[in-house]
């Protein structure tokens, strides 16, 4: 679309009713999105966490190494539960929650591959980080700002402001 064009349908403005529908499906595509990823991290997270319980010993120059470790991905275990349920409860926190969880998957990766450099555990520190840990701060990042577009939108619409085709793009 050349840029006259964009302008043009810009200052079209929308009907509530079509923004309603428009963003209700948007939210309930994003909502399903978050229900399932995070659900399926939550769950992952859980059997991690058992398996480092089991696994992970004392570091003899840090003494708390275990506790640490586990505690971190409880914050995670709980951020994704988090989101499930302000998903399936359709509660704005869902917003926030999803973001937390990005954020603290990027500095699980971080954590991860600079704690096991140069031994024997960094590759798969840094396959996991590329091939998991990024791609889904990455997506959880981009659900938080699409629900978060669609509510704003929504709330303009539901209070009879205009909204615009272009932001709906």
């Known amino acids: 679309m050349t840029s006259i064009c964009a302008r043009a349908v810009d200052r079209v403005p929308l009907s509530a009713e079509s923004v309603q ?3 209700t499906r948007r939210l309930w595509s994003s909502r399903l ?3 399932v990823l995070t ?5 992952v997270l859980s059997s991690w966490i ?4 089991a696994s992970l010993r004392p570091q003899p120059s840090v003494s708390s190494w275990r506790t640490m470790w586990i505690g971190f991905d409880v914050m995670e275990l709980a951020t994704y539960v988090t989101a499930v349920w302000a998903a399936w409860r359709r509660h704005a926190v869902v917003i926030p929650a999803l973001y937390a969880a990005a954020a603290l998957l990027l500095c699980d990766a971080w954590f991860d591959t600079t704690l096991a450099w140069r031994t024997t555990a960094w590759t798969q520190s840094l396959v996991l980080a590329i091939a998991v840990e990024i791609p889904t701060a990455v997506l959880l990042t981009i659900l938080a700002y699409r629900t978060s577009s669609a509510s704003r939108a929504a709330l303009l619409a539901a209070a009879g402001q205009p909204t615009s085709r272009a932001s709906h793009l």
């Open 21 to 23: 529908q428009t963003m």
């Open 33 to 35: 999105y978050i229900l």
């Open 39 to 43: 659900g399926v991290a939550a769950l």
């Open 50 to 53: 058992g398996f480092l319980t």
